[in-house]
């Protein structure tokens, strides 16, 4: 299974970043093999597309706009994970994912997350 993280920095076990769209780096966990990569693309549907076509199946993330969750939804082929609203580090989300113990966002809980995800970023 490949796993998107958005994460802080790009060092070893950085914590997971807030922000999903803005996160400056994502960590790719491939069959346990973790690589940072760089987030150069602007805003959340493009980061997206971008995994999309990475053929990642699952995405871990505090935070995430109505935009994306939408756009990962029309894909239909990636999971969505919420590793909580409290500062992470990504070994302990991916022990987390691992024991089954993330909950599985969508149309039930996702209004929960982007009214968190709005009341600290309003829209300008």
């Known amino acids: 299974m490949k796993l998107a993280i958005p994460v802080k920095m790009n060092k070893e076990n950085p914590a997971v970043a807030p922000l999903f769209g803005k996160a400056k780096w994502f960590a790719i966990v491939n069959n346990g093999e973790i690589s940072i990569i760089p987030n150069n693309q602007s805003g959340g549907r493009a980061v997206i597309e971008l995994l999309y076509e990475m053929k990642v199946d699952a995405i871990l993330v505090q935070e995430m706009g109505m935009t994306p969750y939408e756009r990962v939804k029309g894909y239909g082929t990636i999971m969505l994970y919420h590793t909580g609203f409290k500062r992470i580090l990504l ?15 969508d149309d039930t809980n996702i209004d929960t997350i982007i009214k968190h995800h709005e009341k600290r970023h309003p829209a300008h």
């Open 91 to 105: 070994n302990d989300v991916l022990e987390k994912f691992e024991n089954n113990e993330l909950e599985i966002l």
